[in-house]
Each structure stands twice: as structure tokens, then as C-alpha cells.
């Protein structure tokens, strides 16, 4: 098992998460394909089950993308990632 830093949460996960590319990512928007995937430091989460990303809008963040910018001015931590799964990593 690899461990993640990610601010001040450690995220373990499987080594073996497949890689997919922006493009990729990008199409699990909630509109292109159903999947509605973010990524977070490098790894990509599937936020599908979760009401507050339906359509694959959370406030004014899209899915598809990589949220690792956006998350300073979020009003939680990088701890609401430990809420959905690990899917991949971005390669």
C-alpha cells in the first residue's frame, strides 16, 4: 500500500490504480459519460453517489477536472476525499 499526503490526511490506497489522462478524466463530467470522477493531488475519485455533485456541478466547481488548485478555497479540508473512492491517478 502506498501512502498519500494530502495536507494533513494520510490516504492509503491500492498501488495498483489504473492511470488515465486529462482527456479522460475530463469526460467524467456527468454529461459527456454518467461516471463523475475530480482528481485531488494526483489521484482521481469517483464523487458519483454523491448528491452534492449531481450533474457534475458542487457550487462553482466542475467534475472532470483537477480540484487540487480549487480546494484553498473550499470551506472543508482535503478530508472530504476519504468520503469516495479511489479510482485512479492521473498520468
Same mark, same amino acid.
Given at each position: 500500500?502506498?501512502?498519500?499526503?494530502?495536507?494533513?490526511?494520510?490516504?492509503?490506497?491500492?498501488?495498483?490504480?489504473?492511470? =488515465?489522462?486529462? %482527456?479522460?478524466?475530463? $469526460?467524467?463530467?456527468?454529461?459527456?459519460?454518467? *461516471?463523475? @470522477?475530480?482528481?485531488?493531488?494526483?489521484?482521481? =475519485?469517483?464523487? %458519483?453517489?454523491?448528491? $452534492?455533485?449531481?450533474?457534475?456541478?458542487?457550487? *462553482?466547481? @466542475?467534475?472532470?477536472?483537477?480540484?487540487?488548485?480549487?480546494?484553498?478555497?473550499?470551506?472543508?479540508?482535503?478530508?472530504?476525499?476519504?468520503?469516495?473512492?479511489?479510482?485512479?491517478?492521473?498520468?
Amino acid at each position: 500500500m502506498n501512502t498519500l499526503e494530502a495536507g494533513t490526511t494520510n490516504y492509503t490506497m491500492p498501488e495498483e490504480l489504473p492511470l =488515465y489522462t486529462r %482527456s479522460q478524466l475530463t $469526460l467524467r463530467n456527468g454529461q459527456d459519460k454518467p *461516471e463523475i @470522477w475530480v482528481a485531488y493531488k494526483g489521484v482521481i =475519485y469517483d464523487v %458519483s453517489g454523491s448528491r $452534492l455533485w449531481r450533474r457534475g456541478q458542487h457550487y *462553482e466547481h @466542475w467534475a472532470g477536472q483537477d480540484l487540487t488548485d480549487e480546494l484553498p478555497d473550499a470551506p472543508h479540508t482535503d478530508e472530504v476525499f476519504e468520503r469516495f473512492k479511489a479510482i485512479g491517478k492521473l498520468a
